[in-house]
């Protein structure tokens, strides 16, 4: 009975979600408030039924509830309720579920948010928001129903996916989901500004600080994922470029893009179809970054074939394309730029040449990701493009992109002084070449190293001197040792009028930090060795000693466990763990890693093998300087909420004229 009321409900959730677009288009024909007025309380409603069928979900993962084919297909009587609760999205049709809970509650947040401050584009975005619930609410009655029944009902479940028992799992797809789905909100507003035909830059501020949520949850989700598959698969790394990992970085790219590009429209009143084209690929990016991840594509092209979900992605696709670039070349005289001289070396271009190189890695990773896909469809042929391929064009990629990172800031709008911009790189540019120079002369690493690390310090130093500038927001004056409380109010008050760059500063210097991890791995070690009992192994400065092999049982899983003491100068530092995990419902043992961390480097084993004769094969890893890049996270969260923190004076102007007006 329970389960029928979440089916009813998502029933309903699609009707008021058909009314709202409606109503909402009528109200705007007519030019009925009223009408317009009673779409808004209809995403309400719409939000409300979502949430009775998100938790009817999840209550029949909590009791069992077999008689639910998704429940029977992801969870058992064993599982863990913790597991139990976050298993709702273990699945196709129960993370389908979470996008449409996520995306009515971020509908239900703007129709209520800007329905003073933007109540002339609001109307339109919303129909917008409100076709794009409307196809995954379609999605889940028709093809996706996470609340089909099972007959006749099984006693037992299959159990969850134990790479999904991972504390890293519970949090990683919400997270994501909420930056994906994050993207829809800034897609509408843009759509919804070429609809009502009267294009500001108002649109483009709104749409910036909704960016910057989506593309906090990105970046953390993408995090999260990167932890959960180091310390999950066993293989020692964390990111292996798989279609999976891609569907995440293509929008993030290209949302990172859009972040940089559209300060130039705030500035400069320039790159305005360049910014909704940006807006643009980034949602259809989400959208085809969920199509890889839950059509089956990836299991079969031919599977897929088969199954309705992936082609109505595919659709939906196509729809999303045809009618953004029709209404765009529509109203593409409303979005002529004003005519505006700018001097090669300018910061609009170099805002400019920063979008092209990061298009450009969103094409790479597009193209690495599609072409297997494409030639399996196509020609029958299984292809796989592997790492190298990515390294090899991300790299220089990265490298341009670091050095704009550096030089940006201190170029001007419209033209830069050639001879100021010479004094400001003279000392970090010298001392950048001599530390390329040096590490090519002493280190047996390859091109890239050196030009990242190299590019990585100029940047460093830049971004450094950047934010010191913001934070200090001016000058003392000469000769002053104390300041006075009118100095003092000043002061904050420069503080708070440079968040916006203090945040970028703070997220560029955790872009720095990331490439420390990221350069560690040219200096990563890998064993592999047969233990028996009482043997030794010497491993870059460690000394491993195999104790011996213990049985156990922890929650839903029995485990046989390779007790190692680690040794450093002779001294025991640690005893780590690893594992291997039998789980009931799974025929395949899983592997449970155990790491000693330091900020230096991590000493990272798992077990490949446990043999009949008391041994254990152990793969053993160096990982130098990895934590940097989960110490980066915290740069990017910090960085972002206080770019949120910051409020253009012409979105407040704007704001406060909307609010008189109404």
């Not at 790479?163 to 897609?187: E, S, T």
């Not at 446990?610 to 160096?622: E, F, H, M, P, R």
Request: aromatic share 12%; with cysteine; glycine share 8%.
């Amino acid at each position: 009975m329970i389960v029928d009321i979440g089916y009813y409900a998502l029933l309903a959730a699609i009707t008021m979600t058909l009314y709202g677009i409606l109503a909402g288009t009528a109200g705007i024909l007519k030019n009925n408030g009223n009408l317009i007025q009673s779409s808004r309380y209809a995403v309400l409603s719409t939000f409300s039924l979502v949430a009775v069928s998100y938790f009817v979900l999840t209550y029949a993962f909590i009791t069992d509830d077999f008689s639910v084919d998704f429940v029977a297909g992801h969870s058992s009587t064993d599982l863990p309720l913790f597991y139990k609760i976050t298993g709702v999205w273990g699945g196709m049709e129960g993370s389908l579920l979470l996008w449409e809970f996520i995306l009515s509650l971020y509908i239900a947040i703007i129709a209520f948010r800007y329905h003073k401050s933007n109540k002339a584009i609001l109307p339109y975005a919303l129909i917008v928001l409100n076709l794009i619930s409307f196809f995954i609410l379609f999605m889940l009655i028709g093809w996706s129903n996470p609340l089909a029944r099972l007959i006749p009902t099984p006693l037992e479940g299959q159990g969850l996916n134990p790479l999904l028992q991972n504390l890293g799992m519970v949090i990683h797809p919400p997270l994501l989901y909420l930056g994906f789905v994050g993207v829809a909100v800034p897609y509408a507003f843009a759509m919804g500004s070429l609809l009502r035909g009267k294009i500001d830059n108002e649109w483009a501020l709104v749409t910036r600080r909704w960016t910057l949520v989506a593309w906090l949850f990105l970046t953390a989700g993408m995090g999260m994922g990167g932890q959960w598959a180091y310390v999950e698969l066993g293989w020692g790394g964390y990111w292996a470029w798989d279609p999976v990992e891609n569907s995440s970085l293509m929008p993030w790219l290209t949302a990172t893009a859009f972040l940089h590009s559209v300060i130039v429209q705030e500035k400069r009143d320039s790159l305005k179809i360049w910014n909704m084209l940006l807006v643009t690929a980034t949602f259809v990016l989400t959208i085809l970054g969920t199509f890889i991840t839950r059509s089956g594509v990836l299991n079969s092209v031919h599977a897929f074939a088969k199954s309705p979900i992936g082609p109505a992605f595919l659709i939906f696709i196509a729809l999303i394309l045809t009618f953004s670039l029709g209404l765009l070349f529509i109203r593409q005289d409303m979005l002529a730029s004003k005519k505006q001289e700018a001097g090669l070396i300018s910061r609009e271009n170099s805002f400019l040449l920063n979008n092209v190189l990061f298009v450009g890695m969103a094409f790479t990773v597009l193209y690495g990701t599609l072409f297997p896909l494409l030639a399996e469809g196509l020609a029958d042929k299984k292809l796989s493009i592997q790492a190298p391929f990515f390294n090899s064009i991300m790299a220089p990629l990265a490298i341009l992109t670091i050095f704009l990172m550096g030089t940006t800031q201190f170029l001007g709008w419209k033209r830069t002084s050639r001879k100021m911009l010479a004094k400001n790189m003279l000392i970090p540019s010298t001392t950048g070449i001599l530390f390329m120079i040096a590490g090519a002369m002493t280190l047996d690493v390859p091109w890239q190293f050196i030009f990242l690390a190299g590019m990585g310090y100029f940047a460093g130093y830049q971004v450094l001197m950047e934010l010191i500038r913001a934070v200090r927001g001016g000058k003392k004056s000469k000769g002053q040792a104390t300041q006075n409380e009118e100095q003092k109010q000043k002061r904050i008050k420069s503080l708070l009028r440079n968040r916006r760059k203090q945040g970028s500063a703070i997220i560029h210097l955790g872009v720095l930090v990331f490439l420390v991890g990221i350069l560690g791995n040219y200096f990563g070690h890998e064993s592999s060795f047969t233990f028996y009992p009482g043997d030794e192994k010497t491993v870059g400065d460690y000394t491993v000693q195999f104790e011996k092999l213990e049985e156990s049982k922890a929650r839903n899983a029995d485990l046989v466990t390779v007790k190692l003491n680690i040794f450093k100068e002779g001294q025991h530092i640690t005893t780590l763990n690893p594992a291997k995990a039998f789980y009931p419902t799974s025929t395949q043992p899983m592997t449970e890693v155990s790491i000693y961390r330091t900020l230096k480097e991590d000493l990272y084993t798992s077990v490949a093998t446990i043999n009949n004769d008391g041994s254990a094969t152990i793969n053993v890893y160096i990982n130098p300087m990895v934590n940097f890049i989960w110490v980066s996270s915290f740069f990017f969260i910090v960085g972002t909420l206080l770019c949120l923190s910051y409020k253009s004076p012409q979105l407040k102007s704007g704001a406060k004229a909307l609010k008189q007006e109404a």
